[in-house]
């Protein structure tokens, strides 16, 4: 049996991008694809840092506070203010 296009370039996501194609897809669409999960890996997007928590509300005391990375899970927190990227406040 011989290889058609469409099973190269299913062939070729699955050992360069460890993604698995629609085969039912027509070629064309496969092939935008192909050059999409490229792209993506040529020009990845920039990570965007996890948000930090600036002040903190206790729900049953009703206390509010600076966040501290001690309080990281406590359920009777409750965030009220996040920090910002540029650090103003």
């Keep these: 049996m011989t290889a058609t296009k469409?099973?190269?370039?299913?062939?070729e996501a699955l050992e360069q991008h460890d993604v698995k194609?629609?085969?039912r897809l027509s070629l064309d669409q496969l092939q935008d694809q192909?050059?999409?999960l490229q792209q993506a890996k040529d020009n990845p997007k920039a990570e965007r840092k996890a948000p930090v928590p600036k002040r903190v509300k206790n729900v049953i005391t009703g206390n509010i506070f600076e966040y501290n990375?001690?309080?990281?899970?406590?359920p009777d927190l409750q965030v009220i203010?996040?920090?910002t990227d540029d650090g103003d406040n």
Aim: glycine residues 4%.
């Design 6 to 11: 469409k099973d190269d370039l299913y062939q």
């Design 34 to 36: 192909v050059n999409r």
């Design 69 to 74: 990375e001690l309080f990281a899970g406590n």
């Design 81 to 83: 203010e996040w920090e």
């Design 21 to 23: 194609l629609d085969r």
